[in-house]
């Protein structure tokens, strides 16, 4: 088996990624040899991921979103060989909002030598441990408004650019604020109704979302982002400013940074998002994991 696994996610982008890889796969094997898997769902993915470590893979490429990305970091991370295998990124989901803090180029060309051959770097990971489950992520986890808004996402079968922004308006017509408390290192931050708390490795959420703009996903820290009690006037006034990172210091906004985020909640809360995939919520606890992965970097040039 070739050193090289390119894991390719036909459904992601609503069904687009598999055009796309048959577009650039000539063009990655003019760069590089490697074994190619297209998996049918999620379980044959990790079953992929799984046999290529077993057979001694040190490179694996996601050609997908960033729940590809999610699947084959929790995999990595649980097998214990994250810290021997490169992560090569491909975007091509339906948000791929991990690209962005990742610069990885637009032009396919520079994004696959880069995917392909490009030298491992530290990417920082996030674990959480909720309700007896334990889980990684590697862009950001959100409580509140977000596993409502993935819920949608992820129900709808053909996703434009407008799937996220259409699935936050569905969203915020069905939310209700819960009262939760939340702890950053080990010292009270905020209790109080909960509209949205971002726990981020990455900057972006919701496809460009620019929720943590000062983040950088290799400093071993986590940006922290809450909006408590948010009024109909507020919501209206600061949403937009998110795409554009405006949003820190608006008044219903706390930012902070940190190591260690405990949540509890104290009624029932919606799902979290993770990635841009759904878990069930809980009191957690979301715990930073430096220079835990290896990323793909640019090449020498």
Known sequence: ?????????RAAGGGRAGAFWERVEPLARAIS?????????????????AQALAAGCTRIVVVGGDGTIHLAVNELLAAGRAGDVTIGVMPAGTG?????????????????????LGPPQPLDAGRCECSGARWFFVNVASAGLGGLVDEKVNATPRRGHATYALATLAALVRYRSVPVRVELDGEAWYEGPLFVLAVANGTTFGKG???????????????????????????ARHLPKVYFGRHIGAKPVRYRRARLVRLTPLAPLPSFDVDGEVYASGAASFSIMPGALRIAGAPAS
Request: glycine letters at 2%; a negative charge.
């Open 209 to 235: 979302m620019l929720v943590a703009p000062d983040s950088a996903p290799d400093d071993g820290w986590f940006d922290v982002v809450l909006v408590g009690r948010v009024t109909a006037f507020e919501l």
């Open 96 to 116: 791929s909002d991990l690209a962005r803090p990742l610069a990885i180029p637009r032009d396919p060309a520079a994004a696959l030598t880069r995917a392909l």
């Open 33 to 49: 040899a490697f074994e190619v898997v297209l998996p049918a769902d999620a379980a044959a993915s990790r079953a992929a991921v």
């Open 1 to 9: 088996m070739s050193s090289t696994l390119v894991l390719v996610n």
